[in-house]
């Protein structure tokens, strides 16, 4: 496929991931009596995912994500030559959304960028539930690792191929309802630049860890798979060309 037609299709699934996820936990999640919680906010960032793999994986692969283009890159099933602009693709769209989003959220009055947080990752005290830089780290990592490995198995060519968008977008639920409480869960480098520059301060000091955690965890999925996963009976062109 094109590469403009899959950076605008990056572009896109990833603005629709932080409007979608973020949105939902910007606007809706403390909502009196009637917000959705942490739990609807999993859900959401599990449905732009699923969403979006439907729409667009077979245009761009669906990344939506830095860290699953460098996983993807390690694991052998993706070009070196594309990653930055799937990067820069990622971070556009993620930074278009948050913009969009503080337009929206800034119609009710009293709203405040930086006293709300604007759903942004953080450690210590920027924590939702207090946890330390040392318990975000390995929470992000972890949960990055396991998204990647989820990823490369469901998408693997000797996986059911209709139902990968499925397991993916239910992986990225649980990691939520997992680490929300620690760290707002990013597993996302563009999901936490995108919030961090409309909050500014603290958001923008600990991004640092939001790029290098997932990274890392990405990283290693990608040995770990092509170590578990290796199909060493036959390679996929042999295969295909017998079907």
Sequence with gaps: MNLTRRFLAEFIGTFWL????????????????????FAG?????GL?????AYAIGHISGCHLNPAVTIGLFISGRFSPKDIVPYIVAQLAGAIVAAFVLSQIAGGQPGFDL???GFAANGYGEHSPGGYSLYAALITELVMTFMFLFIILGSTDYRSPAHFA???????LT??????????NTSVNPARSTSQAL??????IQQLWLFWIAPIVGAILAGIAYRAVGRDTESKLPERLSSE
Excluded: D, K, Q, R
């Excluded at 732009?48 to 979006?52: A, D, K």
């Design 174 to 183: 649980l990691i939520h309802l997992i680490s929300i409480p620690v760290t």
């Design 198 to 203: 409309f909050v500014g301060g603290w958001a």
């Design 114 to 116: 930086t006293e709300s």
């Design 48 to 52: 732009t995912v699923l969403t979006m």
């Design 41 to 45: 906010v999993a859900l959401a960032f």
């Design 165 to 171: 968008p499925i397991a993916i977008g239910l992986a």
């Design 18 to 37: 932080v409007l979608g996820g973020c949105g939902s936990a910007v606007l809706a999640a403390g909502f009196p009596e009637l917000g959705i919680g």
